[in-house]
Nanobody
Framework: QVQLVESGGGLAQAGGSLRLSCAVS????????MGWYRQAPGKQRELVAG???????NYADSVKGRFTISRDNAKNTVYLQMNSLKSEDTAVYYC???????????????WGQGTQVTVSS
């Protein structure tokens, strides 16, 4: 089975920084696109940032210039560096990956369990 385990969430002050990590483990043939999503109370889950296997990135307009997504393919890990945090960044952050577990199957979508990020103003 494939597991995505997030870490690095917690409490930060407005203007501060946090770095999230998501480690992928299990029977992996390849990891394609990965991304970070977030869900605030009463709101739908939204894409924060994505990164392809080749390193191309995309960001939600609300985090452009403040957040940076990166990946270490050797470690099967994706990161989200969050700077200049705002109270509206408060949410549960989820790691998402398109992961192939067999040469005979297409990649499938997997999710982490989520990590809470709380930004105090």
């Amino acid at each position: 089975q494939v597991q995505l385990v997030e870490s690095g969430g917690g409490l930060a002050q407005a203007g501060g920084s946090l770095r999230l990590s998501c480690a992928v483990s299990g029977r992996i043939v390849s990891i394609n696109a990965m991304g970070w999503y977030r869900q605030a109370p009463g709101k739908q889950r939204e894409l924060v940032a994505g990164i392809t296997s080749g390193g191309s990135t995309n960001y939600a307009d609300s985090v452009k210039g403040r957040f940076t997504i990166s990946r270490d393919n050797a470690k099967n890990t994706v990161y989200l560096q969050m700077n200049s945090l705002k109270s509206e960044d408060t949410a549960v952050y989820y790691c998402n990956g398109q992961i192939r577990t067999s040469y005979y199957k297409l990649s499938q979508e997997y999710w982490g369990q989520g990590t809470q990020v709380t930004v105090s103003s």
